[in-house]
């Protein structure tokens, strides 16, 4: 689970599973229920808030929240350098391919080269 820090504005959320230290779960007792697995960890059962600079864990849905500007990850430099290192791994990915697509092109023209020259050598 990735760390987030809220930004802004109060944020309201009302499903998920969080990452919470044992001080934010208990002031939210009543928002949360344990989701079982690794300590800390917390589902939403009534809408909670969290204050702006509170940090927080959460998984799939931070994307979304991530756009509108309500969180940020809490360590940039961290998420900068994943967000750089996943775009270098596409663009690896996409060279390889054009490079593989280039060679199985030339392959297929060198064998109907030879397959024509074969041909007028036999006629």
Do not use: W
């Not at 760390?3 to 599973?17: M, N, Q």
């Not at 909670?48 to 509170?54: A, I, R, T």
């Not at 690896?92 to 109907?112: H, I």
Request: hydrophobic share 35%; proline share 2%.
């Amino acid at each position: 689970m990735k760390k987030y820090r809220v930004i802004e504005k109060p944020l309201y959320l009302s499903g998920g599973v969080l990452e919470l230290t044992g001080t934010q779960a208990s002031s939210r007792k009543h928002c949360l229920k344990p989701a079982g697995g690794k300590k800390g960890r917390h589902e939403i059962v009534q809408q909670v808030c969290f204050k702006v600079g509170e940090v927080i864990g959460m998984e799939a849905e931070a994307e979304q929240l991530l756009k509108t500007g309500l969180i940020e990850p809490e360590d940039k430099e961290a998420a900068k350098a994943e967000e750089e290192a996943k775009a270098k791994a596409e663009l690896e990915a996409k060279v390889k391919a054009e490079e593989e697509a280039k060679a199985k092109a030339e392959e297929e023209a060198k064998a109907k080269a030879e397959a024509e020259s074969k041909k007028n050598n036999d006629a």
